[in-house]
């Protein structure tokens, strides 16, 4: 699965370490062990002429390899493969495999973004949200992933696909937007799954919010 058709070019990444939309593409990164640069890309900075260059709309990531520049992490996750690891199990030519990729993708632009990661954003940094009804979005999600997950061992497929990737970060720190993960064994089964597969990075940890 880890299996390269050709040499990266001078890839950087801009991003933040607590960002799970940057750390879902560190993880494909990681786990194809392609080498790349971090650079740190703040709040503050994402404001700034030289990063709005990079990606006019302000948000991160983004990454750079050679000349190109890419932004929208699962846009990334799927150049990555397609330009590094084609023939690996990352993606599917499979038409099935293929569109349950795309809707878990659709899935983690929404109600994983609106949903855990929205609530996670409220709490520990006062971003826009409602981390009440965020916490709502995270639970049904939550309630339809523990029974999809029981007779699963991952999301797209029989193997682990870009479609868990994206999915993995936010899930896995919903506790860090005070939604606790301990309702859903298959949920947690899937993480550790995840968190099993080789050459694995963690996103650093963020204290868990006192109850209101």
Same mark, same amino acid.
């Given at each position: 699965?880890?299996s390269?058709?050709?040499?990266?070019?001078?890839?950087?990444?801009?991003g933040?370490?607590?960002?799970?939309?940057?750390h879902?593409?560190?993880l494909?990164?990681?786990?194809?062990?392609?080498?790349?640069?971090?650079?740190?890309?703040?709040?503050?900075?994402?404001?700034?002429p030289?990063?709005?260059?990079?990606?006019?709309l302000?948000?991160?990531?983004?990454?750079?390899d050679?000349?190109?520049?890419?932004?929208?992490?699962?846009?990334?996750?799927?150049y990555l493969?397609?330009?590094?690891a084609p023939?690996?199990?990352w993606?599917?030519?499979?038409p099935?495999?293929?569109?349950?990729?795309q809707r878990?993708? #659709?899935?983690? +632009?929404? &109600?994983?973004k609106?949903?855990p990661?929205? $609530?996670?954003?409220?709490?520990?940094?006062? /971003? =826009?949200?409602d981390p009440?009804?965020?916490?709502g979005?995270?639970?049904?999600?939550?309630q339809?992933?523990e029974?999809?997950?029981?007779?699963? #061992?991952?999301? +797209?497929a &029989?193997?682990?696909?870009?479609?868990?990737? $994206?999915?993995?970060?936010?899930?896995?720190? /919903? =506790?860090?937007?005070?939604i606790?993960?301990?309702?859903?064994?298959n949920l947690?089964?899937?993480?550790?799954?995840?968190?099993?597969?080789p050459?694995?990075?963690?996103?650093?940890?963020?204290?868990?919010?006192?109850a209101?």
């Amino acid at each position: 699965m880890t299996s390269t058709s050709r040499q990266p070019a001078d890839i950087t990444l801009h991003g933040t370490i607590y960002s799970g939309h940057c750390h879902r593409v560190e993880l494909l990164l990681t786990m194809l062990q392609i080498p790349y640069r971090f650079v740190e890309a703040a709040a503050s900075k994402r404001a700034t002429p030289e990063f709005l260059q990079l990606n006019p709309l302000g948000q991160i990531p983004v990454l750079q390899d050679g000349e190109l520049t890419l932004t929208d992490s699962n846009a990334i996750l799927v150049y990555l493969v397609k330009r590094y690891a084609p023939n690996s199990q990352w993606l599917s030519d499979d038409p099935v495999t293929a569109a349950q990729i795309q809707r878990w993708f #659709s899935i983690a +632009a929404g &109600e994983v973004k609106f949903g855990p990661c929205t $609530a996670r954003m409220a709490l520990q940094w006062n /971003a =826009p949200g409602d981390p009440v009804v965020a916490a709502g979005i995270a639970n049904r999600l939550f309630q339809f992933m523990e029974q999809y997950l029981a007779e699963r #061992s991952y999301l +797209a497929a &029989e193997y682990p696909t870009l479609a868990d990737l $994206a999915c993995y970060s936010y899930i896995a720190h /919903a =506790p860090e937007g005070r939604i606790p993960l301990e309702p859903y064994p298959n949920l947690r089964a899937w993480l550790a799954r995840i968190e099993a597969l080789p050459n694995f990075k963690a996103m650093p940890k963020l204290p868990v919010p006192a109850a209101a």
